[in-house]
């Protein structure tokens, strides 16, 4: 989460994969690094993963990030979860229900 505001009030921002329908990372990744499943998922295929932050320059959201071996992380929507019939961690982990997979 990002802090972000000038007044006395905290206001809280996170970074999370909207896994867009015209996913501009997607789009930009030359190598496959990115792949959408088939439940809508955009998720990372690290062993394609040439670390050239294409990725990240195309995503309107900052969302994509990199980890010590310059391979891309991000969220996958839970995706082996959800193909088991269960909820995304986040979803499960919100307990103001404000977190929903349609």
Do not use: W
């Not at 009030?9 to 997607?26: G, I, N, P, Q």
């Not at 991000?74 to 307990?95: F, H, Q, T, W, Y």
């Amino acid at each position: 989460m990002q802090k972000s505001g000038d007044s006395d009030l905290e206001t809280y921002v996170t970074r999370s994969c909207l896994h867009c329908e015209e996913a501009a990372c997607l789009k930009a990744c030359r190598f496959g690094a990115l792949k959408r499943d088939e439940r809508g998922f955009v998720i990372p295929v690290r062993e394609n993963c040439k670390g050239c932050k294409m990725c990240l320059k195309a995503c309107p959201y900052d969302v994509p990030r990199f980890d010590s071996e310059g391979k891309i992380v991000k969220c996958d929507g839970c995706s082996v979860r959800v193909a088991m019939g269960l909820e995304p961690a986040c979803i499960k982990a919100c307990n103001t229900g404000a977190l929903k997979l349609v």
